[in-house]
């Protein structure tokens, strides 16, 4: 349940124009992640369907109904902000029931909702604390599970892991991506992380600018990136993007190589220099070489590499894993 | 400790107690006094006989005051319209503020604007002409209709509801609170009046404080220039007018220090009570400096 | 929902504002047989205007200066120029202000037909000029002394603030006894602490010492306020920029000089510019305590306001002082906004 479709949306902020035309269909049931740099207009889009901005042009329907001009709790949408926003002077129990308090459901009827949902997401301990008493990670269940009361069609998250720590945040990954398969709505889900896009994603919009680069599964994007803005963006650490003599080899003008494609040789070949830093993350290493004629090149080898810093070093690579791109757009002729 | 910073500390205090008493003294003085006669309060206060309760102690003053002057009902009357006023000031103020801030509509900046550019007009610059305005305003009573504000209450209270500095410190406060709160609970369905009602105001705890203690300093402390021009009948008067009583026809002093004690010392009360919110309050006049 | 505030912001702040106006260019009285006429600026020209007498002194036959049993010279009186009417019109219905020694025993005469509103005015522009540096000054001082770290502080911290609780009423009440000539504490202390050496002085009676009498109350009674603004500001200043100026060996003036004050500049500006609105309403003291006397020594501009505009029933006069005030007001505090602006 749940189909977003935005119809060349535009929403300018005085003469800032934040998306000039934006199309798009969000699949019912579908994870749909999101992604840009800060300012790309990502968050925008999401208020735009959540109802919180209104859009200067454009359509946004939601399961065939128009909602672009209906108000927020009028569009079948629940959102996660990122401060979590939960009501300070509210227990749990009360922020999780508010949206039906407001709608006026007798309290029985919200008791149960209230205690379904917080069985759904492992709450029924804190029910009567204050969010103050709750730990990151607890907050953030009780936003979802305010989210969840409302039985939306969509659920929007708008960056709602970026104030965890690390490990948290792997560990919420899961745990949001399992609450998708369980609960099975559409989610639209904002971040600036291509982790969690990559990780969490059915499908990955990128955006940049207010206009959207790619739109596709984790893999299409990882391995056919449409653009340099994308290539540059997914995949970590970054694809190497070299310019020059061996672009002109692959008639192109930028040529992209991931790091895990780079391999050491042992002969001279054409990116040869010397190596600048070795990162050791144990399962494999990463290597970053100043290549004479282009920046750094890294490198990404499985297991320990028995070199140091300042090392000659050799790099080639396989002519079946570039990526070649001219005016910023991806070549897919075959040369 | 070694000596030297010994002696410092010693200094140190010896100067804030010297400087306490220049504060404390005038109100030392008025509550003792207000427990002596007459003859023997002049002769006191030429000596340091006049801060120490000795002598002929009773509470003869305060028994003649109340013979004098109607107290209680000033009291009363201070009192309520203070009550009114801060009540209606914070419910109006804050409701204004939320507009301000949290909703968009035509004109609000110009209007925001005017509002607080009136928090540099003095009071007594409009009470004149304001007296004229209520002076002609019909209001609708229990007796009836009256075409006049002069003599009642509610020329005391309704003029004083309404002032930017209050509206400021909750525009202020409402500003620094997460927007991220108001917005889901439009998502959650709340209409603007329940993101007011269940929202706002529940957060809005220290800045009720503030603006109930300005506004009762503002308005019990002050009630002097206005009341002198709009009432005339007793039964109106709050308590700085009552002072008028005691000036008639042969003056006794320690009847005026007894009555200056009780106008005063509840206050002096209330604020030793709540002295960290009281100070508070002014503290965050300055901060928008 | 602003609807409501707004409605009696407008009607009881904005609407008589803009009737003071008004009324400050007719002729309009609480009760009069007349009509309210427009009269321009002609109240601001009565309050306003000064005219400049030089009189010398009188000479005999000879061209030798005249002197009195006392061997001062003798000067026509005053009285002579504003009640000729043909020979001086200008000066009219004037009075003297005051006068002013020139050179070779001239003397200069300021005439003005309302001598006790331009006393208001230079009253309450002295009353500001007095109180503004000498209460913010000490209020920092207090500020600077409660802000130290020793035990018990907060006992000294509401002890300077409580006289702000108080009504400015029952202050200028109590302090009428303290200034009182005869059995005043102020005597009675002061005459202690000189071991008798000291002269009473009725404080309030005096013309030279009505007015500075008021000043130091008004200090004391609101500079507990000022000080909890200071004192705001002070706690602003971060910690860690004391223990640098402590590691790199800064002496209290010098970490007062370039680490304090420096932050303070915009609580600075605010506390200067409260007391300048506060002292310019100076009201309340002037009506319990002296009512402008002794010989006009302390009218101020809201007192006269109220005298004029209610008890003489003068509303434009009253509402012209007003208009004044306001200007005056306004002025400073444009001139805040200069002063924080520049920065910026």
């Avoid at chain 2, 109607?70 to 000031?89: A, D, H, R």
């Avoid at chain 3, 510019?273 to 309403?281: E, H, W």
Wanted: with cysteine; glycine share 6%.
């Amino acid at each position: 349940m749940g189909q977003v479709i935005l119809k060349s949306v535009q929403k300018k902020f005085g003469d800032l124009e934040v998306i000039p035309n934006l199309s798009l269909i969000i699949p019912k049931g579908s994870f749909t992640v999101l992604v840009g740099p800060s300012g790309c207009g990502k968050s925008t889009i999401l208020r735009l369907i959540a109802g919180l901005e209104d859009a200067t042009g454009g359509e946004i329907i939601i399961d065939d109904i128009d909602v672009t001009h209906l108000e927020p709790s009028k569009r079948k949408i629940a959102m996660v902000f990122q401060s979590y926003a939960l009501y300070p002077h509210m227990t749990v129990a009360e922020n999780i029931g508010f949206g039906l308090t407001l709608a006026k459901v007798s309290k029985k009827d919200i008791q149960k909702r209230v205690s379904e949902v917080a069985k759904i997401l492992q709450l029924e301990k804190l029910l009567q604390r204050k969010p103050k008493q709750l730990s990151g990670g607890q907050r953030q269940r009780v936003a979802i599970g305010r989210a969840i009361t409302r039985n939306p069609k969509v659920f929007l998250f708008d960056e709602p892991l970026s104030n965890l720590d690390a490990s948290l945040r792997g560990q919420m990954r899961v745990e949001l991506t399992e609450l998708h398969a369980q609960i099975k709505a559409t989610m639209v889900y904002v971040t600036h992380d291509q982790v969690e896009a990559m990780t969490m994603a059915d499908q990955i919009v990128v955006l940049n600018q207010g206009v959207i680069e790619q739109v596709g599964t984790p893999m299409d994007l990882y391995d056919f990136p449409d653009s340099l803005f994308v290539a540059r963006f997914i995949g970590s650490p970054k694809m190497n993007i070299m310019e020059g003599e061996i672009a002109e080899k692959y008639f192109c003008q930028k040529l992209g190589v991931r790091p895990e494609h780079m391999e050491i040789s042992k002969e001279e070949g054409l990116l040869n220099g010397s190596i600048r830093h070795i990162e050791k993350l144990g399962a494999d290493t990463l290597v970053y070489s100043e290549i004479k004629g282009y920046d750094t090149i890294t490198a990404r080898v499985v297991g320990n590499l028995e070199m140091k810093i300042g090392d000659t070093i050799h790099l080639r690579f396989d002519k079946k894993h570039v990526h070649r791109f001219s005016n910023g757009n991806r070549l897919n002729t075959q040369f | 400790m070694p000596a030297h910073k010994l002696l410092g500390m010693a200094l140190r205090y010896l100067l804030l107690i010297w400087i306490a008493m220049i504060f404390i003294f005038p109100i030392v003085f008025m509550v003792i006094s207000s427990l002596k006669p007459d003859l023997q309060l002049l002769s006191d206060s030429s000596s340091l006989r006049a801060f120490l309760p000795v002598g002929d102690i009773s509470p003869t003053n305060y028994l003649s005051a109340f013979d004098r002057a109607p107290i209680l009902l000033f009291i009363f009357n201070s009192v309520l319209i203070t009550g009114i006023t801060i009540v209606f000031s914070l419910f109006l103020c804050s409701l204004a503020a939320f507009s301000f801030v949290f909703l968009s509509w035509r004109g609000q900046g110009v209007i925001f604007a005017i509002i607080l550019a009136t928090f540099i007009v003095p009071f007594e610059t409009i009470a004149v002409p304001l007296l004229l305005i209520v002076n002609n305003l019909p209001w609708i009573g229990l007796e009836g209709i009256k075409n006049s504000w002069i003599n009642s209450y509610h020329v005391q209270i309704i003029p004083f509801i309404a002032d930017a500095l209050t509206i400021f410190l909750f525009v202020q406060y409402f500003r620094d609170l997460p927007k991220d709160l108001i917005e889901a609970s439009r998502i959650d369905g709340a209409t603007w009046f329940q993101v007011y009602r269940r929202v706002i105001m529940p957060l809005s705890g220290p800045i009720i404080a503030t603006a109930a203690i300005l506004k009762f300093l503002m308005m019990y402390n002050n009630q002097l220039l206005w009341p002198i021009m709009v009432v005339q009948e007793e039964s109106y008067r709050p308590v700085m007018l009552g002072l008028q009583y005691f000036f008639q026809l042969n003056t006794q002093w320690g009847e005026i220090m007894a009555y200056l004690t009780i106008i005063t010392i509840p206050v002096l009360i209330f604020y030793l009570l709540l002295q960290k919110a009281f100070i508070a309050s002014i503290a965050s006049t300055g901060i928008k400096g | 929902m602003a609807l409501p505030a707004c409605l009696l912001v407008f009607t009881f702040l904005i609407l008589p504002f803009f009737m003071a106006f008004g009324l400050s260019l007719t002729n309009q009285r609480l009760v009069s047989p007349n009509p309210t006429e427009f009269v321009g600026l002609d109240n601001f020209k009565k309050m306003l205007g000064v005219s400049f007498l030089i009189i010398e002194p009188e000479m005999d036959e000879a061209g030798h200066i005249k002197l009195d049993n006392e061997g001062n010279p003798i000067y026509p009186r005053v009285r002579n120029f504003t009640r000729n009417q043909e020979d001086f019109p200008q000066f009219y219905k004037k009075r003297e202000w005051f006068q002013l020694g020139l050179q070779d025993g001239k003397v200069l005469v300021v005439l003005s037909q309302d001598v006790v509103f331009l006393k208001a005015l230079a009253n309450t522009m002295l009353f500001a000029l007095v109180v503004c540096p000498v209460q913010a000054g000490l209020a920092l001082f207090l500020a600077l002394l409660i802000n130290q770290p020793l035990r018990g502080i907060n006992i000294f911290r509401t002890i300077y603030f409580a006289p702000v609780v108080i009504s400015m009423v029952v202050v200028s009440m109590l302090w009428r006894f303290i200034y009182d000539g005869q059995n005043g504490l102020l005597n009675t202390l002061m005459q202690m602490f000189s071991f008798g050496l000291f002269e009473p002085i009725d404080w309030l009676g005096n013309t030279s010492t009505a007015l500075p009498a008021i000043m130091a109350m008004s200090v004391w009674q609101g500079v507990g306020f000022h000080m909890v603004i200071w004192l705001s500001g002070l706690q602003t200043i971060p910690l860690s920029h004391y223990e640098v100026a402590r590691i790199e060996g800064a002496t209290r003036w010098q970490t007062f000089r370039y680490v304090t004050w420096p932050s303070l500049r915009n609580t600075a500006i605010l506390v200067m510019v409260i007391i300048t609105m506060q002292a310019f309403t100076l009201y309340p003291q002037i009506q319990v305590m002296t009512r402008g006397g002794p010989l006009d020594s302390t009218q101020s501009l809201v007192f006269q306001a109220v005298i004029r505009g209610y008890e003489k029933q003068d509303i434009s006069g009253g509402s012209a002082i007003s208009v004044i005030l306001f200007l005056l007001v306004l002025s400073i505090s444009l001139f805040q906004r200069y002063l924080t602006r520049e920065k910026n």
